[in-house]
């Protein structure tokens, strides 16, 4: 791929189950506030610490979706990375790979609060360390701990409070989801008949 070495980017990595304008708008404010070259979006192939506590929608779903929510967006993509390399998805393993497509690049793994707070019981930490600085945003209904350890910034973004899970038991409810995810997302997910009854 012709991409130009050198560059600052950042990496949204999730379930996306579905994806949802939280993550849109996360993505966008750490690449403005940042001045970060590119934000990827990397939906898990297999997100091993929810694997077993609820059914998860395909990865190529999940990866439709997302491509779906992103679009056009200026300065966001969608990495099918984690779904190519297969198996459980390691975010040190993912930069490794991501690496090789993006040579010399910095990397910034972005994270909501709620997320940044279980960072320590990642796989190969202690790699993954030296690998990325963290980028934690501000998620209503987590607070907000310093990952001690890690290099890392805190972006502080308008308060968002919409999650994979809030989408997934509306749907379930028969309630709109309307502009809580862009329109195709929701053409996805009827056209799939997803999130009916498991939510
Ligand atoms: P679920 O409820 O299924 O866990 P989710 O909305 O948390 O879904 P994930 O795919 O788990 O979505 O999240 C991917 C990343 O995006 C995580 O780091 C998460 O903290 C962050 N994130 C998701 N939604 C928001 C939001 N509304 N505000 C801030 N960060 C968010
Ligand atoms: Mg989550």
Redesign the pocket.
């Known amino acids: 791929m012709p991409y130009k070495s050198g560059q600052r980017i950042g990496v ?6 579905p994806p ?1 304008i ?2 849109l708008i ?1 993505a966008d404010q750490v690449l403005h506030a940042l001045d970060l070259d590119r934000v990827l979006l990397v939906p898990a192939n297999r997100p091993w610490q929810k694997v077993g506590r609820r059914n998860i929608t395909a990865a190529d779903k999940r990866l439709a979706m997302t491509r779906a929510a992103v679009g056009q967006a200026e300065g966001l993509e969608v990495s099918d990375i984690e779904i190519e390399l297969g198996g459980p998805s390691y975010t040190t393993v993912t930069l490794d790979a991501l690496s090789r497509q993006f040579p010399q690049a910095e990397w910034l793994i972005i ?2 609060a ?2 940044a707070v279980s960072l320590d019981t990642w796989h190969n930490t202690e790699k993954l360390r030296r690998q990325a600085t963290i980028v934690v ?1 501000n ?1 209503p209904g987590a607070d907000f701990h310093p990952p001690t350890g890690w290099q890392w910034e805190l972006v502080e973004i308008p308060a ?1 409070g ?4 809030g989408l997934r038991r509306r749907v379930a409810m028969g309630h709109s989801i309307n502009f809580l995810t862009p329109a195709a997302v929701i053409e996805h997910i009827k056209r799939w008949n997803l999130y009916r009854v498991d939510a």
């Not at 949204?12 to 189950?17: A, I, K, M, Q, W």
């Open positions: 949204l990595g999730g379930t996306f189950d949802h939280g993550h996360v994270v909501g709620d997320a945003v998620r968002v919409i999650s994979g899970t």
